[in-house]
């Protein structure tokens, strides 16, 4: 919504009603309810006008017959006003219908992702998430933990606001195995890697400052970074990671606070960078004084050896925050992420830390430590699940979506599909809801309108899920407007 101009434009109306048409009822009032919550919210405010018809119709993949159906609902309770030369606009008296908050995630890129986390409809199936069920290890460390170390657990008075200390030792221990000698002083232990990049974002950026980040990129951790009030700049990728020649433009015509990367199974390409981009990007941000936040939640899970040493590894002399992460390597139900950074940096991060919650469960850090050295041995089984998974996705595309494109992604798992030209994933996401399927369109990853024939498609579910999300795909596809 451009706020000076009061007009909406109907890729930014789509984004804002959200995921409307997965509701029950006849279309045009599901439209209509998603424009009452949106005058409701505050998101739609007095005054702004409304798209036409048609090209709202469009966007949202529906009749125009709906789009007028709900407009004309609209102007029957007093919500909109049409005046002829002036279009269709959020009455003036609009803000006075308000109601008591209704439990929805204001604002941002990852709002219907979130959103869905929050509401989970038995009958959809979410592509915002790429995550998978707890396996054998995970039970066994945690009966062992009962049996063994409980006892001596309990003793401890409970508050570690930087972690516990035991955790913190196999976290240094485990990144000095992949290349990066670090000591426990320098690890701050977090709910979560979402937690991590939040307290990273809030020591490192402020209010008006400017982040590069990659381009495309998940849209949950672009938010975090505009939560701080930061303005994003977007470098895009080639197949070896961040192109280094529009990193450098942008270096140089920006003057950033802050380069965020995720360098290892980048989400959503699944791009590996080399170990020359990464010495390329850590000598760039050095020389021009721009400190690094370095997600890797996604590597966890790998062996020695098996990606290049982190960014923060290269002695470059710049300041290098890297993010880590249990969720994809073990379960995502098991909320420990944590911090590795320079140790004048981990006292201020303890800080944050400690504002926030005072520290995370103690019990999951007990777990956490003693599955983080066993990680390396599972490696081989976890990588010949995730081929296995591929395959069945790429077979299940073939059959029935051979239209669409996708590289094969060199890590992660999820593809990172390209619909046929002319296709916007938006449109097709509003579609794809009416058949049970959540789709991350490229638009929420990327703002600028390079992606938006993009969409994000993981791999990991279970081979009777894999079958019912495409075929309920493929029922969507074939019914999308070409």
């Keep these: 919504m451009d706020r000076n101009r009061g007009t909406s434009e109907p890729a930014e109306l789509n984004d804002l009603l959200g995921d409307w048409s997965s509701a029950g009822g006849p279309l045009y009032r599901r439209l209509t309810d998603a424009f009452v919550r949106a005058v409701r919210s505050g998101d739609l405010r007095p005054g702004d006008r409304l798209p036409p018809e048609r090209p709202l119709a469009d966007a949202l993949a529906v009749s125009r017959a709906t789009v007028v159906a709900a407009y004309d609902a609209l102007r029957g309770s007093g919500l909109v006003e049409t005046t002829r030369g002036s279009g269709t606009r959020v009455a003036r008296g609009a803000a006075a219908h308000r109601t008591p908050p209704d439990g929805r995630v204001p604002g941002g890129q990852a709002t219907a992702v979130i959103q869905r986390l929050l509401t989970q409809p038995p009958d ?78 809030r020591l490192l950026l402020g209010r008006g400052a400017t982040a590069v980040v990659e381009s495309p990129g998940w849209p949950g951790c672009l938010d975090v970074l505009r939560a701080t009030g930061s303005r994003l700049v977007g470098v895009g990728l080639d197949s070896d990671g961040m192109e280094i020649d529009r990193f450098a433009a942008a270096l140089a015509a920006h003057r950033p606070a802050l380069l965020y990367v995720m360098p290892t199974f980048h989400n959503p390409t699944g791009t590996v960078m080399s170990a020359g981009r990464r010495r390329r990007v850590a000598e760039l941000a050095a020389e021009h004084g721009v400190p690094i936040l370095e997600d890797s939640a996604h590597a966890a899970a790998l062996a020695p050896g098996q990606a290049p040493p982190a960014i923060a590894a290269h002695p470059a002399g710049g300041t290098v925050v890297t993010v880590g992460s249990l969720a994809k390597a073990v379960w995502g139900g098991l909320r420990i992420g944590w911090i590795r950074a320079p140790r004048g940096a981990v006292a201020r991060l303890a800080r944050l830390k400690a504002l926030d919650d005072l520290g995370s469960p103690l019990l999951d850090q007990a777990l956490a430590a003693r599955l983080l050295p066993t990680l390396a041995a599972f490696a081989p089984d976890r990588e010949r699940l995730r081929q296995e998974r591929l395959a069945t996705m790429a077979r299940l595309l073939a059959e029935h979506l051979p239209e669409w494109r996708w590289q094969p992604p060199q890590g992660g798992s999820v593809l990172w599909i390209r619909l046929p030209a002319g296709t916007d994933a938006r449109v097709y996401a509003q579609l794809a809801l009416r058949y049970g399927a959540e789709v991350v369109p490229g638009a929420t990853m990327d703002p600028t309108g390079a992606h938006d024939d993009h969409l994000r498609l993981p791999f990991s579910f279970v081979p009777d899920t894999a079958a019912a999300l495409v075929g309920r795909l493929a029922a969507a596809w074939a019914a999308l407007p070409r």
């Design 124 to 201: 959809v199936i979410s592509l915002g998430q790429a995550a998978e069920a707890g396996g054998p290890d995970l039970g066994r460390a945690l009966l062992d933990l009962v049996r063994e170390g409980l006892r001596e657990l309990l003793r401890d008075a409970g508050y570690h606001p930087a972690g516990l200390p035991a955790l913190r030792a196999a976290i240094a221990d485990h990144h000095g195995a992949h290349g990066l000698p670090t000591t426990p002083d320098q690890v701050v232990v977090t709910t979560g890697a979402t937690q991590a990049v939040i307290l990273a974002a």
